[in-house]
């Protein structure tokens, strides 16, 4: 039995803490060891019987998935846990969800990740309710609806769901999902947050990378720059040329073949760089850009990225994963995804005809798109914003050599 949330699960191993139990399948309060726990776990399977069988199955995935216990096996995981779902326990259809939703251990289905996470948020599992409520928030496998991502977001915090708790305290910061702006609300619900341990919540007030001052609470550093928390200088100029890159593959694949920037088999010098005029405005506006940013320093080397097709495999390879959906439902600093970021920098989804997430997403989008149509001349005021006018005729005379003029 787990002392800490009471659960009866671990009783059936002879009553006792089993020896190998590394923390409680149930509250993941820390206990002591785990491999005798697997083996009454598969015992309890092979009854296929009895009130603790779908209980172990969920166990059994969660081991599989984590790689204690068991050999880490992301199929396997998914295996124990669609059983365990299938019975209908919540917890393995949550978990069900997010395997489908990051495409771990089987074919990534957005859809189908919804449909996992509506079932266990309708038998009152408050971590299904919030992943269903980022799912809405931003268009994942069913049609985006602030309102329905409010309502979840907001019935989970209630429940003491702490992400859900401090994701609502992010809405009430920035004035998102329908909330008016009320920092007073905010630092409420991060509160509420931190008392139960969440570590961004903490990192609100003490995190070097902070966003609320600690005694007013106003905005500081905006949370759309978190992507570069843990990245070198020459690593954030790579990941933001990558993401204009990547964002012109995701509309021409999944945009209804929109050919712009590096894919645009027709790109003239003159194309390409008010496509990235446009990226780059966009993304100091929206405050994607971190801190102490240097234009100048990233347009010097921008030109090696921005000329070059960059598909998904590619950001897989040099950075090691790339998932929109982990990206949308972690609120983690220093967690990182190429198409996240690029949501960020143009206001909504790459999924076309997605609309944008709120109208001044759009004004701002259509305001940029006028000021980089200006061009790269020295009455363009715009550019001051991005460096400057001296500096971008300098990254047009590097990429002249590749690109033809008209």
């Given amino acids: 039995m787990c002392l800490q949330c009471g659960q009866l699960w671990c ?4 009553g006792h803490t089993p020896e190998g139990l590394r923390e ?3 509250c993941r309060a820390k206990v002591s060891q785990l491999a005798v726990s697997v083996k009454r776990a598969r015992k309890l399977v092979a009854r296929a019987v009895g009130r603790y069988t779908a209980r172990a199955e969920a166990f059994l995935g969660d081991c599989a998935l984590n790689g204690q216990g068991l050999r880490r096996d992301p199929v396997e995981a998914v295996r124990w846990h669609r059983r365990a779902a299938d019975r209908g326990l919540a917890a393995a259809q949550n978990a069900l969800g997010v395997a489908l939703g990051q495409g771990k251990g ?17 038998q009152g599992h408050p971590e299904a309710e919030f992943n269903l409520a980022m799912c809405y928030a931003r268009g994942l496998g069913v049609a985006m609806s602030p309102t329905e991502a409010l309502a979840l977001t907001s019935h989970a915090a209630v429940r003491g769901h702490p992400d859900a708790q401090y994701t609502l305290g992010l809405w009430f910061e920035e004035g998102k999902e329908t909330l008016p702006c009320d920092q007073a609300a905010a630092r409420q619900w991060y509160q509420r947050a931190r008392t139960q341990g969440h570590k961004d919540a903490t990192v609100k007030t003490m995190h070097k990378h902070k966003v609320l001052d600690p005694k ?4 500081t550093t905006p949370m759309n720059s978190a992507w570069a928390d843990g990245l070198s200088t020459n690593e954030r100029y790579e990941w933001m040329g990558n993401c204009y890159a990547m964002r012109c593959d995701d509309d021409y694949v999944w ?7 590096p894919n645009d088999p027709q790109r003239t010098l003159q194309s390409l760089t008010v496509d990235f005029l446009t990226f780059s405005l966009l993304a100091t506006r929206h405050g994607v850009t971190p801190e102490g ?10 030109p090696r990225f921005v000329r070059f097709v960059f598909t998904k495999s590619d950001a897989k390879e040099r950075w090691g994963s790339e998932n929109i959906f982990s990206g949308a439902l972690s609120t983690s600093p220093g967690s990182r995804s190429l198409r996240y970021t690029g949501t960020r920098v143009y206001g909504r989804c790459y999924q076309s005809p997605q609309p944008f997430n709120d109208a001044k997403s759009s004004q701002m989008f259509d305001q940029a798109t006028i000021d980089a149509g ?4 020295a ?3 715009a550019l001051s914003e991005v460096g400057g006018a001296e500096q971008w005729i300098k990254f047009v005379e590097e990429l002249r050599p590749h690109l033809p003029s008209v």
């Fill in 24 to 26: 409680c399948p149930t």
């Fill in 216 to 219: 007013t609470f106003k905005p």
């Fill in 255 to 261: 945009g209804g073949g929109i050919l712009r920037g």
């Fill in 106 to 122: 089987v074919p990534r289905d957005d859809a189908a990740a919804v449909a996992w996470f509506r079932r266990a948020a309708s």
């Fill in 374 to 377: 200006r061009g790269v001349c």
């Fill in 379 to 381: 009455d363009n005021a």
């Fill in 293 to 302: 940013w240097n234009w100048p320093a990233f347009l010097n080397v921008a």
């Fill in 11 to 14: 009783a059936e191993c002879n």
